[in-house]
């Protein structure tokens, strides 16, 4: 078993890093459908927000004449025509990931803005066995990011809790407080996450989660402990 001696929980968001990313291809397509221009300000105020937030953003965004809600609601019908040709599906190396989690002895819990049944039981069920057995799945869709609030949910230090996540509203937080971070930025050709990531001054990131090893927690884990992880950074 290789313990490590500061992090005891390490928190994966779902959709991004565990699944594959089918909401930020939806929002893009959705802003520019209903004439809005897809910025940097826009997926940062549309992407991680509450949902009624999100939909009340994406209709400023575009200018449309409707509510949060009847935006957000136009947005997953969008999601639901684009999943029939580009499902949901956990992403390549996911296992791995949560193999290699296990050998390190931490608690390992997912996180997304959807309720458990649909973002965990339905898609990362046969994984369950890896994740915490009390609390495998937290909904932070009423408190985006969450992060604060996982945190206090299992009653850890900030600096003992790593987040993995693929947007850096969650990087921008887990700097405020302390917390562990390691990027997975999202990377298709409209996004902005990867640039923003380094102007927080995030100092590891991964294209794939294949590349999460032992030896890179190892050196996440020795900053974390030291109080270095974010030391220098902007």
Known sequence: MSKLQKIRLVALDSDGVLLNDTYSPVIERFVTKHGGQYTAAVERGVWGSPQLAAGQNMALACKLPWSGKE?????????AEYLKENPVQVTEGAEQLLATLRETDVRVVCYGGRNREYS???????????????????????????????????GYQP????????INRVAEVTKALGAGFLGVPASLPHNFQRQEMVETGV???????RDINLDLLAKLDEELAAGTLWDGRK
């Open 203 to 209: 100092r590891y990131t991964v294209d794939d989660i």
């Open 159 to 166: 600096a003992e809790v790593l987040f993995v996540d693929d």
């Open 71 to 79: 935006t957000i609601d136009a947005f997953f019908e969008e999601r």
């Open 120 to 154: 965990f039981d339905t898609f990362l069920g046969g994984l369950a066995e890896y994740f915490d057995k009390e609390t495998p799945y937290v909904d932070v869709n009423d408190f985006r990011p969450g992060t604060k609030e996982i945190i206090k949910q299992f």
